[in-house]
């Protein structure tokens, strides 16, 4: 659910882009637009038009594509007004009116007085609805944030986590200079979309471009590479931990157990890659989104590998080669 109320005016005011965009004008009810809407659903009422109200949706807001105007024009002309005096007693927080279609004045009065506000758009139903449905579910994905520094590397989401001060930042950066994008730096908003996907962006829009580097200071990636280095928002597909090189510490050399972080009820596949001087970071972290790439088309490097060593050994070479071997050393 959102973090805080989201009303009407909200949804009026959202900054979306061109393809997301719902073109809402208010043309009633303008004192209403402070009413929350409180559930990411949205209902045609037909029914209740016709005076079925069983199990009404009345928290959601409620669309009027073509049929629904016609048939409240009818109403209206046929002086039958008890279904639509009924629907205000709801509680609906909007109306929206497909195709910039005009509700009859009565209509847009009766709203007035009941605190509805009546929004019409030229869109049609579906498209919509369509954007529409993606808009709430924006708004009313669980969210968090985290610290880490989150970038897109030949397409793979990867959330780079840790410790202050062990190289996140630098790693993002040679990472833009070798041609990929930074989404975000230090502070990562996630949501869950669809229960299924996580996707992260920025905290602060209008700084999440920037970057601090230790002993540089803060510098802008989008001016110093381009557009081109940044993007708004990614889903996050790998979570990468730098830490520093533990010698005590047994690190994974073969990456058969593959091990998730859960976030916000959806597990994403994680690693664990230690950090000392003389590392590549950035190329190590570009074969694991490669590898990452391999697995999301069905192949897996270390089961391939675990099959060719058991190839290998049921063939007898592998004891060939062992009692072959000159143990005089």
Same mark, same amino acid.
């Given at each position: 659910?959102?973090?805080?109320?989201?009303?009407? +005016?909200?949804?009026?005011?959202?900054?979306?882009? /061109?393809?997301?965009?719902?073109?809402?004008?208010?043309? %009633?009810?303008?004192?209403?637009?402070?009413?929350?809407?409180?559930?990411?659903?949205?209902?045609?009422?037909?029914?209740? =038009?016709?005076?079925?109200?069983?199990?009404?949706?009345?928290?959601?807001?409620?669309?009027?594509?073509?049929?629904?105007?016609?048939?409240?024009?009818?109403?209206? /002309? #046929?002086?039958?007004?008890?279904?639509?005096?009924?629907?205000?007693?709801? %509680?609906?927080?909007?109306?929206?009116?497909?195709?910039?279609?005009?509700?009859?004045?009565?209509?847009?009065? +009766?709203?007035?007085?009941?605190?509805?506000?009546? +929004? &019409?758009?030229?869109?049609?139903?579906? $498209?919509?609805?369509?954007?529409?449905?993606?808009?709430?579910?924006?708004?009313?994905?669980?969210?968090?944030?985290?610290?880490?520094? =989150?970038?897109?590397?030949?397409?793979?989401?990867?959330?780079?986590? @840790?410790?202050?001060?062990? %190289?996140?930042?630098?790693?993002?950066?040679?990472?833009?200079?070798? %041609?990929?994008?930074?989404?975000?730096?230090?502070?990562?908003?996630?949501?869950?979309?669809?229960?299924?996907?996580?996707?992260?962006?920025?905290?602060?829009? +209008?700084?999440?471009?920037?970057? /601090?580097?230790?002993? =540089?200071?803060? &510098?802008?990636?989008?001016?110093?590479?381009?557009?081109?280095?940044?993007? $708004?928002?990614?889903? &996050?597909?790998?979570?990468?931990?730098?830490?520093?090189?533990?010698?005590?510490?047994?690190?994974?050399?073969?990456?058969?157990?593959? /091990?998730?972080?859960?976030?916000?009820?959806?597990?994403?596949?994680?690693?664990?890659?230690?950090?000392?001087? @003389?590392?590549?970071?950035?190329?190590?972290? #570009?074969?694991?989104?490669?590898?990452?790439? =391999?697995?999301?088309?069905?192949?897996?490097?270390?089961?391939?590998?675990?099959?060719?060593?058991?190839?290998?050994?049921?063939?007898?070479?592998?004891?060939?080669?062992?009692?072959?071997?000159?143990?005089?050393?």
């Amino acid at each position: 659910m959102a973090d805080k109320l989201f009303t009407v +005016l909200d949804l009026l005011d959202m900054e979306l882009p /061109e393809h997301s965009q719902l073109h809402l004008k208010c043309i %009633g009810g303008r004192t209403a637009l402070a009413n929350a809407v409180s559930v990411p659903e949205i209902n045609r009422p037909g029914l209740a =038009l016709t005076g079925f109200y069983d199990s009404f949706p009345s928290g959601c807001i409620q669309l009027f594509g073509k049929a629904e105007s016609a048939y409240l024009t009818k109403l209206y /002309e #046929e002086q039958k007004l008890d279904s639509i005096s009924q629907l205000f007693k709801y %509680g609906i927080p909007c109306m929206i009116f497909a195709r910039d279609t005009q509700p009859p004045e009565d209509f847009v009065e +009766l709203a007035d007085r009941s605190g509805c506000s009546i +929004l &019409i758009t030229e869109l049609g139903l579906t $498209e919509l609805s369509l954007r529409l449905m993606r808009v709430l579910a924006n708004v009313f994905a669980p969210k968090k944030t985290l610290h880490g520094v =989150l970038v897109e590397v030949y397409g793979i989401g990867i959330l780079l986590t @840790g410790h202050s001060g062990v %190289g996140k930042s630098e790693c993002a950066l040679e990472l833009v200079e070798r %041609g990929h994008r930074l989404v975000a730096d230090d502070i990562v908003e996630i949501r869950s979309v669809n229960g299924n996907s996580i996707l992260g962006q920025g905290a602060n829009t +209008l700084i999440s471009h920037h970057m /601090e580097i230790r002993g =540089l200071g803060i &510098i802008n990636i989008a001016q110093m590479y381009g557009v081109g280095s940044i993007r $708004e928002q990614k889903e &996050i597909q790998l979570v990468i931990r730098l830490e520093e090189w533990d010698n005590s510490k047994v690190y994974d050399r073969v990456g058969n157990n593959m /091990e998730t972080v859960d976030f916000l009820g959806v597990k994403v596949p994680t690693i664990e890659i230690p950090v000392k001087p @003389g590392r590549n970071l950035p190329i190590i972290i #570009e074969a694991a989104a490669m590898n990452e790439r =391999l697995k999301a088309r069905g192949y897996n490097s270390a089961r391939d590998f675990n099959q060719s060593i058991l190839k290998w050994i049921e063939t007898g070479e592998a004891q060939s080669t062992y009692y072959g071997m000159d143990d005089s050393y």
